[in-house]
Nanobody
Framework: QVQLVESGGGLLQAGGSLRLSCTASGRTDINYSMGWFRQAQGKEREFVAG????????YYADSVKGRFTISRDNARNTVYVQMNGLKPEDTALYYC?????????????????WGQGTQVTVSS
């Protein structure tokens, strides 16, 4: 079992930056592909960014490409997403997830483990 805890969310104005963190505990001797997803009120959960086990390959949704950067520190069992140039449409509950096949890294159904989420609210 793996437990995931997200942190770093908050309320900020458009154009600002945040860095979200997701720390894993439990069965962390196995490196997992990791992903960030978000779910806005009344909408389906959507892929934001993903990173391979080694960290060498990253994936981004078109809506965040060029603004968000995903990274990981396997020694700290932590994955990050640096979010710059935030927009009101980025407002959502952000979740991290672990254990996807890299080939399905954008598919929420490919993840076994999920965190509880951290809220990001961007005002205009």
């Amino acid at each position: 079992q793996v437990q995931l805890v997200e942190s770093g969310g908050g309320l900020l104005q458009a154009g600002g930056s945040l860095r979200l963190s997701c720390t894993a505990s439990g069965r962390t001797d196995i490196n997992y592909s990791m992903g960030w997803f978000r779910q806005a009120q009344g909408k389906e959960r959507e892929f934001v960014a993903g990173i391979s086990r080694s960290g060498g390959i990253t994936y981004y949704a078109d809506s965040v490409k060029g603004r968000f950067t995903i990274s990981r520190d396997n020694a700290r069992n932590t994955v990050y997403v640096q979010m710059n140039g935030l927009k009101p449409e980025d407002t959502a509950l952000y979740y991290c997830a672990a254990d996807a096949l890299t080939s399905r890294i954008m598919d929420p159904g490919a993840y076994r483990y999920w965190g509880q989420g951290t809220q990001v609210t961007v005002s205009s």
